[in-house]
């Protein structure tokens, strides 16, 4: 996958999650799990959702920049911190909830962005240097 194309998606699916994160935390409590039988408090969800704006926003910011190998480094390994914790987050919980489609494919989604990552961190940007 180009690398523009990746931050773009990454870029879109992280601001859809923490808009929605933002403005539904009371709505979206169900899904971000308990501790003790007490819901997270809507503040807390609406700070997770201010991350992933900002990190959506470093990656669309960053979508034109040359990316690979040594190019970008820092937002290349920002974003796979965030997607292999993730990874493993979801496979934690998915493991401990078996039945879920939507754990399992938490899991998925961020596997592949850990991947995708991890690839680009890896790959030297090419000869064309200049895209």
């Known amino acids: 996958m180009a690398p523009r194309t990746l931050l773009t998606a990454t870029a879109a699916l992280l601001g859809i999650a923490g808009i929605a994160l933002l403005f539904l935390p ?8 308990t501790r003790g039988g007490v819901p997270l408090p809507a503040t807390v969800l609406q700070l997770w959702g201010a991350a992933l704006l900002g ?3 470093t990656d669309w910011v960053g979508r034109g920049l040359i990316l690979g190998g040594i190019y970008g480094r820092a937002l290349v390994l920002g974003n796979l ?3 292999t914790v993730g990874a493993l987050a979801a496979l934690r919980a998915a493991l401990d909830h078996p039945g879920s489609a939507p754990l399992w494919a938490a899991v998925t989604i961020f596997g592949g962005l850990a991947v995708a990552f991890a690839r680009l961190l890896r790959t030297h940007p090419g000869p064309d240097i200049a895209r």
């Open 26 to 33: 009371t709505e979206l409590q169900g899904l971000a799990g």
């Open 55 to 57: 990190l959506a926003a």
């Open 81 to 83: 911190a965030h997607s």
